[in-house]
């Protein structure tokens, strides 16, 4: 069974600075998927990222990239020049090939401070 | 291109009373999925289609809990009875198959329910 963990359960950050959200996972597979996806107090996920993971190069999308280190089963998302509407839970997901289930970690609460 | 719909919002009801949440998800996706998210913590996988077929339910307490797709479609999860413990919001997902699908999921608005 896949795990994943966010160790940490609340930041804020000033506006415009740049933030790095944790995640780690476990897992015994070798193909798989990860997701960074944002839930803001309107509850509905949002994808802000993806990851394959046979692809060395880390993934960004405009404000937001990826760390991405295999070896050590982590994938941190760093989120630059942070806005206001920022603000909101943020959820690392795992995704097996083998059992095609989405595992969720307990997620992040970030803070903007304008 | 319209999103995940899911209703109600909101539901209050007493324990031992039961419950209904619908969900309509984006045209053309064959697979659909109803999470439950407790607060403070990561929506869990309850159920999941591929068009009208069951994929996987194995968290669904199916002692009080169902839920069908009728044509491949729609959705509905019920609880009968309901006790204090099922208070989470209630998401609904879908995704398109194929390689283009790049198995992302994508979101409803979920259904926030209070159990009292």
């Known amino acids: 069974a896949q795990t994943v963990t966010q160790s940490q359960p609340e930041m804020s950050v000033q506006e415009a600075e740049t933030v790095t959200l944790s995640c780690t996972y476990d897992t015994s597979e070798n193909n798989y998927y990860l997701f960074w996806y944002k839930q803001p107090p309107s509850r509905q996920m949002i994808l802000v990222i993806r990851?394959?993971?046979?692809?060395?190069q880390n993934a960004t999308e405009n404000r937001f990239s990826v760390n991405f280190q295999k070896a050590a089963k982590s994938f941190s998302l760093k989120i630059s020049d942070s806005q206001l509407g920022d603000t909101a839970m943020y959820f690392c997901a795992f995704f097996a090939f083998g059992n095609e289930k989405l595992t969720f970690g307990t997620g992040t609460r970030l803070t903007i401070i304008p | 291109e319209a999103g995940v719909a899911q209703s109600p919002r909101y539901k209050i009801i007493e324990k031992r009373q039961s419950v209904a949440f619908w969900c309509n998800p984006i045209s053309g996706h064959a697979t659909l999925y109803w999470y439950q998210q407790i607060l403070g913590q990561g929506p869990k996988l309850l159920i999941q289609f591929q068009n009208n077929g069951v994929v996987d339910d194995s968290q669904l307490p199916k002692d009080r809990f169902s839920a069908e797709r009728l044509k491949g479609v729609d959705s509905t999860l019920k609880i009968q009875p309901a006790k204090l413990e099922d208070s989470a919001v209630y998401l609904c997902?879908?995704?398109?198959?194929?390689?283009?699908?790049?198995?992302?999921?994508?979101f409803g608005a979920g259904t926030r329910l209070s159990v009292l």
């Open positions: 997902a879908s995704s398109p198959r194929g390689k283009l699908a790049k198995n992302i999921q994508y």
């Open positions: 990851q394959e993971a046979y692809k060395q």
